[in-house]
């Protein structure tokens, strides 16, 4: 089996100031923060924003695990629903309540399926919805 480069750490990404931590502590602390949490803190900074799906994976990995993240907004917020909840896009993900969210996990499934045939990723396993992470807008403007 041919080995893969390393993939370098993106510990520093979705920090405001782009760059990495100036401490090893800095880095050990923000990576030991769930991406959930780490998701929702910068998605707070905006007034009005709708936080995405994530499923528990992204929060406690499985060893075999095959995490996915999908992108894409599938929102609409009227007038009579101003201002948005942020928990909106996530509880729809969650209920399944629409046709669109079913469509996402299968289609996100198609996609697991090529990628863990790569050598990279050879043997690890995708569960939808918990190894899923669907992102919403960061912020919503009328």
């Known amino acids: 089996m041919r080995s893969s480069p390393p993939i370098p750490s993106s510990s520093h990404r979705g920090r405001s100031d782009a760059r990495p931590p100036d401490h090893p502590a ?8 769930p991406l959930p949490a780490r998701n929702a803190a910068i998605y707070e900074r ?4 709708i936080l995405p799906y994530i499923g528990d994976a992204f929060s406690a990995p499985g060893e075999r695990d095959l995490r996915v993240l999908t992108v894409g907004v599938n929102a609409y917020v009227g007038e009579d629903d101003w201002p948005p909840k942020p928990e909106w896009h996530r509880a729809w993900y969650e209920k399944r309540a629409h046709r669109f969210h079913e469509r996402v996990f299968a289609e996100t499934a198609v996609l ?10 050879h043997g690890l396993r995708f569960e939808a919805p918990r190894c899923v992470c669907v992102s919403g807008p960061t912020q919503l403007a009328r």
Do not use: G
């Open 26 to 33: 800095e880095a050990m602390t923000e990576a030991a923060t």
């Open 112 to 121: 697991a399926e090529a990628v863990s045939a790569a050598d990279r990723f």
């Open 46 to 49: 905006h007034e009005h924003h």
